[in-house]
């Protein structure tokens, strides 16, 4: 019996919106690796989206490519009303080839109406590697303009840097990465994708918010097929977590570490209390995640104890 190819998935775009609004500062710091010296991150950022749209109404009946477009009105530092604004396009499908013009159409409307400086970036998640347009250039006789803007190819991204950079909105352009080279995984192996994704997010430190929008993001942004495989991959996350809501790693060790500390107190065996500490060091060491300092605050024992688990540990891999 010939298997059945499985179904290439569409992903979700209008997801980029919301995880746009909940991780830009950290959008910010990905892009721009002088944010913190140029911008004022501290000031709540204004999103423009209702005015951009009157400028850019949509079309009756539009089909076809579907474009995420997002406009920010971003303080800059020295204080004052300085600000400058931050446009942003996602497309996941080439479409007509005419991002360039739109760019520039964006770009001169919108200076046009607020007289600031204006940066632009698009973020292209479609599949053609040979597509990825960074100017728009018109020139007749003698009369020359060129544009150019930020250009962010998702294809062309090394799977690597982004797993290695701590940044948390590396765990958006990872999944949209995986999206794109995983198109026609079966909903086993994309459980298997989103799990690794969550795993990535887990490993960065963010706001609860934060944490909870990028797991929103790698869940839906490409559906499973049947719906069931959702509701699995949610358990899966929930038994992970033992509870819930998504936390960090670290909030959850040391969660266990209190909630174990205190069953400890009250337990009157040495032996008992030694063979916990045991294990939770070993795991804690384990995890690879904390300096022996760290792992001897959160068990509350002695760094003697717990360089005695590490030398036990490596005594135990030979």
Same mark, same amino acid.
């Given at each position: 019996m010939t298997k059945k190819k499985p179904t290439i998935r569409s992903v979700d775009d209008p997801l980029w919106k919301s995880i746009l609004e909940q991780t830009f500062v950290?959008? %910010? @710091?990905?892009? $721009?690796? &002088?944010? +913190?010296?140029?911008?004022?991150?501290?000031?709540?950022?204004?999103?423009?989206?209702?005015?951009?749209?009157?400028?850019?109404?949509?079309?009756?009946?539009?089909?076809?490519?579907?474009y995420v477009d997002k406009l920010a009105k971003v303080h800059l530092l020295g204080g004052g009303e300085q600000f400058v604004l931050c446009h942003i396009e996602i497309q996941s499908k080439r479409g007509k080839g005419d991002l360039p013009l739109r760019?520039?159409?964006?770009f001169y409307k919108i200076y046009d109406k607020y007289k600031v400086p204006v940066t632009a970036i698009a973020i292209l998640a479609d599949e053609n590697r040979n597509y990825c347009p960074v100017l728009y250039?018109?020139?007749?006789?003698?009369?020359? %303009? @060129?544009?150019? $803007?930020? &250009?962010? +190819?998702?294809?062309?991204?090394?799977?690597?840097?982004?797993?290695?950079?701590?940044?948390?909105?590396?765990v958006v352009a990872l999944t949209a990465l995986m999206a794109i080279k995983h198109k026609d995984r079966d909903d086993e192996q994309l459980k298997d994708i989103k799990h690794d994704l969550?795993?990535?997010?887990?490993?960065?430190?963010?706001?609860?918010?934060?944490?909870?929008?990028?797991y929103d993001f790698l869940s839906y942004y490409v559906r499973f097929e049947n719906p069931d495989m959702m509701r699995n991959f949610e358990k899966e996350i929930e038994l992970k977590q033992e509870r819930s809501t998504a936390v960090g790693t670290r909030?959850?060790?040391?969660?266990?570490?209190?909630?174990?500390?205190?069953?400890?107190?009250?337990?009157?065996s040495k032996k008992i209390v030694e063979a916990k500490n045991y294990e939770f060091v070993s795991n804690l060491l384990l995890a690879n995640r904390f300096t022996l300092a760290e792992v001897a605050d959160f068990a509350k024992v002695d760094i003697t104890f717990v360089?005695?688990?590490r030398a036990e540990l490596a005594k135990k891999r030979k």
């Open positions: 950290h959008f %910010l @710091t990905f892009f $721009f690796p &002088s944010a +913190k010296d140029v911008f004022d991150l501290g000031k709540n950022f204004e999103y423009l989206d209702k005015e951009f749209e009157t400028l850019f109404p949509p079309q009756p009946n539009n089909k076809g490519v579907r760019m520039f159409e964006y250039h018109q020139e007749f006789m003698g009369t020359e %303009l @060129t544009y150019k $803007f930020n &250009s962010y +190819k998702v294809i062309e991204q090394s799977e690597e840097a982004l797993r290695a950079d701590l940044n948390p909105f590396a969550y795993e990535e997010m887990m490993k960065r430190k963010m706001e609860k918010s934060v944490r909870q929008g990028i909030e959850y060790l040391l969660e266990k570490a209190k909630n174990e500390g205190i069953m400890l107190e009250r337990s009157k360089q005695k688990v």
